[in-house]
């Protein structure tokens, strides 16, 4: 498969003030991430997995530098672009699910497409493939309090995946979630990374996960301390 940048970030710092001080939690990260990759940013507590994320994710600006996301300089996107790359492009997964409670998983799932220019058949017919690749065509009517932790996090699996986002940025997936569940949610990933060349971020310091990247990106305090190609 020939290589394709899908993201790449420049110099990127990031800042935060605290107590009158700048508290520097990225320093000059320069690195990119190819069409379909399975990579994991990993590193200790407050290394700047979470932050790195978001910038990424349009979530956040850097303080210095640039992210170029799907060919759009992040930090020149106005309010609406922003969450316009993240609807039609990027999907989200978080370690609490996020769900919301008053839904059905059906609805939680569709949510995102309701932003995209589909009709009603259209995002039936897209939801019912996601929660058929995460195994939950039985749960379509339950809502999120009726639903174990593992299933949960299926639904939002079913909903960063439901609309076919080139990149799925996964903030500590397993964190909830016990050894066998953990193990069932990467395998359906990787799957889904094989079956629709979805690029796959994470960030991580679970050792359940790690064991099935192909490129892990360490952090310490702030600065990329080792970026490894695995084989697994
Ligand atoms: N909004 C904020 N204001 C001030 N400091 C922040 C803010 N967000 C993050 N930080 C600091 O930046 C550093 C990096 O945080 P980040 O959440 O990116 O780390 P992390 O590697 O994801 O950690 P964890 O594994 O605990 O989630 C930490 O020291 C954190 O306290």
């Not at 170029?68 to 996107?77: F, N, P």
């Not at 309701?114 to 039985?138: C, H």
């Not at 990787?190 to 790690?210: G, M, R, S, Y």
């Amino acid at each position: 498969m020939q290589n394709q940048t899908l993201i790449s970030t420049q110099h990127l710092v990031k800042q935060y003030p605290i107590g009158g001080r700048q508290f520097t939690a990225l320093r000059d990260i320069t690195v990119s991430f190819q069409k379909g990759e399975f990579t994991g940013l990993v590193g200790p507590s407050g290394s700047g997995k979470t932050t790195l994320l978001n910038i990424i994710g349009a979530l956040d600006n850097p303080t210095e530098g640039s992210a170029i996301v799907l060919g759009r300089d992040t930090q020149t996107l106005s309010h609406r672009q922003a969450a316009r790359l993240r609807s039609e492009h990027l999907g989200f997964i978080f370690q609490t699910y996020n769900l919301l409670p008053i839904y059905t998983v059906f609805e939680n799932v569709e949510l995102p497409l309701l932003l995209l220019n589909m009709s009603a058949t259209e995002r039936k017919n897209a939801v019912m493939q996601a929660l058929e690749w995460v195994g939950l065509l039985d749960k379509v009517n339950s809502r999120p309090a009726q639903l174990s932790g593992g299933e949960r996090q299926r639904v939002s699996i079913a909903r960063a995946m439901v609309k076919k986002p080139d990149v799925v940025l996964a903030d500590e997936p397993t964190a909830n979630l016990d050894a066998d569940n953990s193990h069932n949610i990467l395998r359906t990933m990787v799957q889904l990374n094989h079956d629709l060349q979805t690029t796959f971020l994470f960030a991580t310091h679970d050792d359940k996960v790690i064991r099935y990247l192909r490129r892990k990106i360490t952090l310490r305090d702030g600065k990329i301390a080792e970026d490894e190609c695995l084989s697994i």
